[in-house]
């Protein structure tokens, strides 16, 4: 139990750590959050499950549970709110596909009419 | 049900699941415990506007345990592969990104639907929501690999479909039918 414990909890951190690496190695500001919403909350939740192999105690298996489903919640609302701000600051460039600027364009325009 | 009675019932509810929230997390039961739970969560309910945020949508949406169970195993298989895909990205020198945005429209959802296919369509592989806009609801997503803009796209959809499945109104459940032959042929 222990050692299926502790492989859960090491793949988790590794996980986590390549996130930190892909977050250094990508090349714009969109694709460096990728792995920094993904990478932690798979990450967690492994050590999550490890730590609740390794402690089985309701307390325990209670806390983490939350602290997985929170995750769950709140790392991907990050991102989405990191991610639309930077759309309003720093369109894509031009040859890339964007229907979000599309779209604020064609209700701008109707807006108007 | 009318707003007042629903508020009324909604704010000791909410009260109750705060202080056992604190306690859980806290992971041991003391009074100094129970004491600052209910502080924070009084302060919580009168300080934080905390909009309706029920899965089943008012328009009749309800949960389908069968359907959440099949979603959350589609959703959990998708989360690990995102992982998997990132890490080997991470580790291969080869540059295959290919960023763009798509739209995913999303039909007759409540908030609470819809904050949940988002948070899905960001924890899964190649995909992370970076907006959504309202009437109609369309959710943007900030996508990787774009080589095959409709493959993403159906990849997506499939997602959004499995979520209304589970927790979706008949009339957001009829959006993922495919069309009439009439109207799928030139």
Redesign the interface.
Same mark, same amino acid.
């Given at each position: 139990m222990t050692l299926v414990a502790g492989i859960l909890i090491v793949l988790g951190a590794t996980f986590t750590m390549l996130a930190g690496v892909g977050a250094l190695r990508f090349s714009d500001v969109y694709a460096r959050m990728h792995p920094a919403a993904k990478g932690p909350t798979l990450g967690l939740l492994l050590v999550a499950v490890g730590a609740a192999i390794e402690l089985r105690s309701l307390a325990a298996v209670l806390a983490l549970g939350l602290v997985v489903i929170l995750q769950f919640l709140a790392a991907p609302v990050g991102a989405h709110l990191l991610g639309r701000a930077i759309h309003q600051r720093l369109p894509l460039q031009l040859d890339e596909v964007d229907e979000l600027a599309r779209d604020l364009a064609e209700r701008d325009h109707r807006r108007d009419v | 049900m009318n707003r007042l009675t629903a508020l009324s019932l909604r704010v000791p509810v909410l009260l109750v699941w705060f202080v056992v929230?604190w306690e859980?997390?806290?992971?041991?039961f003391t009074f100094a415990n129970l004491f600052s739970g209910v502080v924070v969560s009084i302060g919580l309910v009168l300080l934080v506007r905390l909009p309706d945020a029920d899965l089943r949508s008012y328009r009749g949406g309800r949960v389908r345990p069968l359907r959440a169970a099949i979603f959350l195993v589609y959703f959990v298989v998708k @989360? %690990?592969q995102?992982?998997v895909s =990132?890490?080997w990205? %991470? %580790?291969t020198p080869r !540059?295959t +990104?290919e960023? /763009? +945005? =798509?739209?995913i429209p999303i039909r007759d959802c409540s908030d609470a639907l819809v904050t949940l296919i988002? !948070?899905a369509? $960001?924890?899964t592989p /190649?995909s992370? $929501? +970076?907006? @959504? =806009?309202e009437d109609p609801t %369309?959710i943007?997503v900030?996508v =990787?690999h774009?080589h095959d803009?409709e493959r993403v796209r159906a990849d997506l959809f499939r997602l959004a479909e499995l979520a209304v499945k589970a927790f979706g109104t008949t009339e957001a459940l009829a959006q993922f039918r495919p069309p009439p032959i009439a109207e799928a042929t030139p």
């Open positions: - | 929230l859980s997390l806290w992971g041991n @989360v %690990v995102a992982n =990132l890490a990205e %991470v %580790v !540059n +990104i960023p /763009g +945005i =798509l739209g988002a !948070n369509f $960001t924890l /190649g992370l $929501t +970076i907006e @959504v =806009l %369309v943007y900030h =990787l774009l803009p």
